[in-house]
């Protein structure tokens, strides 16, 4: 898991419609740099240090797990795509939107053009009003005070007035959501998607370990002799697994995210086993299928055939590379008719067949808002 910070900012505008151009750029930190926690008040105030419009200000209680470097690199980039664009002049001017970062935990830091705590923030009332309605006994590194006490001690006279305008906070997958399926067919990424997720989230990651499984290389080899015991000792392990990690969820209340989730086992042994066998397969799966704690979501990532076969390939499991697109279709259809049958189990089906979601943000960032909107 990544190391989450506490970080807090302070965003102004005093261009076309403020209050949209505050709305974008929150929800723009809440995708690219982290949980946005607490939203101060609108406050408006006269420009500071040059005439111009009114500003709109707030300030920001974000975790992120981003370090201060892509912090700051992450900032710029979220001030560009809203338009900003910046000159060498250092005298203060008009903008559509400006993000300081303030505060960075209890860190002091020195780096390129990246000063924190901010060396000015001690200076302006702006930020110190909605800066103390979110984090009053926050301490200020250098001067060892809490920020309402820095506030008292500003002499910034400058008049403030909060606004009625209200920000809207975006709300995060993990206060959603506490358990997330992430299913799919073979070389659908569904393993690649619940990493990030759990990377980016700090979840708690559940990742089969069919890799362990001594019976599927063997059952690439002869299906029919091996199908059994690979869908037995898949169903003990999954079981296990599962029982395990989600006992540990409901006592400490994590967030989990698992690239899979028990029924994937009856899906599978609907079409490697015989009648007889998956009867009493059945009996077995009912049994445990029962004892397992349902996702609050189950997110099924589709992809056509050929793109599945071109992602096996790409991966180049030596077990897997003589798959034929005919056993990928049935599978295709055993989910389809497990998710018809099972609408409690509040089924997101996405699909990623044109998305590239590992290696392009603006991709995975679509699957999220999709998650998130559910």
Not at 7 to 19: A, E, I, P
Not at 220 to 238: C, I, T
Request: with cysteine.
């Amino acid at each position: 898991m990544k190391i989450v910070r506490t970080t807090y900012l302070s965003l102004g505008s005093n261009q076309g419609d403020k209050l949209i151009t505050l709305q974008k750029a929150v929800d723009l930190i809440s995708q690219k740099v982290g949980h946005v926690k607490k939203v101060s008040a609108i406050y408006k105030t006269k420009s500071w240090g040059f005439e111009g419009g009114d500003f709109y200000n707030l300030c920001l209680e974000v975790s992120s797990n981003l370090n201060p470097e892509n912090l700051i690199e992450t900032v710029l980039q979220i001030e560009q795509e809203l338009g900003r664009e910046r000159n060498e002049s250092l005298n203060y001017q008009d903008r559509i939107i400006d993000i300081d970062v303030l505060l960075f935990d209890n860190d002091i830091i020195f780096y390129n053009n990246l000063k924190v705590p901010h060396p000015k923030m001690l200076e302006r009332k702006f930020v110190l009003v909605p800066l103390t309605e979110i984090a009053p006994n926050i301490i200020h590194p250098i001067v060892k005070k809490p920020i309402l006490i820095c506030l008292q001690n500003c002499a910034d006279t400058t008049a403030i007035e909060m606004t009625h305008n209200q920000i809207k906070r975006p709300i995060s997958l993990v206060e959603k959501y506490n358990y997330i399926a992430i299913e799919g067919n073979i070389g659908s990424g569904k393993t690649s998607l619940a990493k990030k997720i759990g990377d980016d989230f700090n979840a708690k990651l559940v990742l089969e370990r069919f890799a362990d499984n001594p019976f599927l290389p063997k059952f690439y080899q002869d299906k029919e002799r091996y199908a059994f015991p690979l869908e037995m000792s898949f169903l003990a392990d999954r079981y296990h697994q599962l029982t395990e990690d989600l006992a540990q969820f409901d006592l400490f209340k994590n967030f989990i995210v698992s690239d899979y989730f028990i029924f994937k086992s009856l899906i599978f042994a609907q079409i490697t086993l015989s009648k007889e066998e998956y009867n009493l397969y059945r009996k077995m799966f009912d049994i445990m299928y029962k004892e397992i704690a349902k996702p609050d979501v189950y997110v099924y990532l589709y992809q056509n055939t050929d793109r599945l076969i071109e992602n096996i390939k790409k991966r180049g499991r030596s077990y897997e590379q003589n798959i034929e697109a005919n056993y990928l279709d049935k599978i295709h259809k055993g989910y389809l008719n497990f998710i018809k049958t099972k609408a409690h189990l509040n089924t997101l089906i996405i699909d990623v067949t044109a998305l590239d979601f590992v290696n392009n943000d603006n991709d995975y960032q679509i699957i999220l808002k999709q998650i998130l909107d559910y």
